[in-house]
């Protein structure tokens, strides 16, 4: 049994998880818990980052929009722009 880092639960089926750059591992009951103690915040919003974002000079973004709003008009967001054939 490992109790989880961020809730405490005590449970057998814990996920241990180690981060690149980042030293020793956090204990987690759930990925919940998971994301809570290891997804990057958004600068401007807080959100969680659980997909890519977006990055610029050194900053971490949920969305373009953020960014936008931070100053960084060099990132645009193509949404609506994308074509299937």
Same mark, same amino acid.
């Not at 109790?3 to 405490?8: A, L």
């Not at 953020?66 to 074509?83: K, M, N, P, Y």
């Given at each position: 049994? +490992?109790?989880?880092? %961020? #809730?405490?639960? =005590?449970?057998?089926? &814990?996920?241990?998880?180690?981060?690149? $750059?980042?030293?020793?591992?956090? /204990?987690?009951?759930?990925?919940?818990? +998971?994301?809570?103690?290891?997804?990057?915040?958004?600068?401007? #919003?807080?959100?969680?980052?659980? $997909?890519?974002?977006?990055?610029?000079?050194g900053r /971490?973004? #949920?969305?373009?929009? #953020? &960014?936008?709003?931070?100053? =960084?008009?060099?990132? %645009? =967001?193509? /949404?609506?722009?994308?074509?299937?054939?």
């Amino acid at each position: 049994m +490992a109790i989880c880092d %961020i #809730c405490g639960n =005590d449970y057998k089926h &814990a996920l241990l998880i180690s981060v690149e $750059g980042r030293e020793g591992r956090g /204990v987690y009951d759930s990925f919940e818990c +998971a994301i809570a103690g290891h997804a990057p915040r958004c600068t401007i #919003c807080d959100t969680a980052i659980i $997909g890519h974002g977006v990055q610029s000079d050194g900053r /971490v973004y #949920c969305c373009v929009h #953020c &960014a936008q709003q931070a100053g =960084d008009r060099q990132l %645009i =967001d193509r /949404v609506g722009t994308a074509t299937f054939d």
